[in-house]
């Protein structure tokens, strides 16, 4: 397995590109990674393209790689009426996509030997998801955590209660489990645990 990050303007938004065995994943794909990601992914077949959530950041060029790679893109449901109208007054124009399944509690999505776990992580928006590999102890966490922070909950469509009972949910994950955020640097459960303890409470 191979894990790339591509850090995206104008709002620092992580994409990433998993590859395994050659097939390929897409996370969140941000304003002008298009280019880099089909570098990236070249020599595989995208097999999806994943929205952690629906806010535009995160799904700025979905329409152009869904267009360029033929890929399958999946959100959850209660986010996906935010591929067609943003909701945000935006910089720089954006694409409508349209979502072929939606993702849920629960739902496995499989990349070659890796299966992936959606874990539903309503707070910063309805429809946040984050996606888990337990044995390869890495979590994708979208806007729901980052190092040393989790994501706005000021947003007209955030909630902080269900906010903190999503944390509460990725807490309980082994400390080892490595984190990659939609924004910032990577981190791991056992670094985030305590302060995610003591805001939860
Ligand atoms: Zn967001
Ligand atoms: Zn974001």
């Known amino acids: 397995m191979r894990i790339t990050k591509i850090p995206c303007p104008p709002l620092g938004t992580n994409t990433y590109v998993i590859t395994e065995e050659k097939e390929s994943t897409i996370i969140d794909p941000s304003y002008s990674c298009t280019q880099k990601v089909l570098e990236i992914t070249k020599n595989t077949k995208v097999k999806y393209i994943i929205n952690t959530h629906g806010h535009p950041d995160h799904t700025w060029e979905n ?63 309805p429809g946040g998801i984050c996606l888990y590999e337990e ?33 509460k949910k990725l807490a309980q994950l082994p400390e080892e489990i490595k984190i990659y955020p939609g ?19």
């Open 183 to 201: 924004h910032g640097s990577e981190t791991t459960i056992g670094e985030e645990k305590s302060w995610i303890e003591k805001y939860v409470k």
């Open 63 to 125: 329409q152009q790689l869904k267009e360029k790679t033929k890929a399958k893109l999946l959100i959850h449901k209660a986010d996906s009426h935010l591929l067609k109208n943003p909701e945000f007054k935006l910089p720089i124009p954006f694409t409508p996509s349209t979502p072929d399944e939606f993702l849920e509690e629960n739902k496995n999505i499989t990349l070659g030997k890796l299966k992936f776990k959606i874990i539903h992580t309503p707070g910063h928006s």
């Open 135 to 167: 044995k390869e102890k890495i979590i994708f966490t979208g806007d729901t955590l980052f190092k040393g922070t989790y994501g706005r909950t000021d947003l007209h469509h955030s909630n902080e209660k269900e906010m903190k009972n999503s944390l």
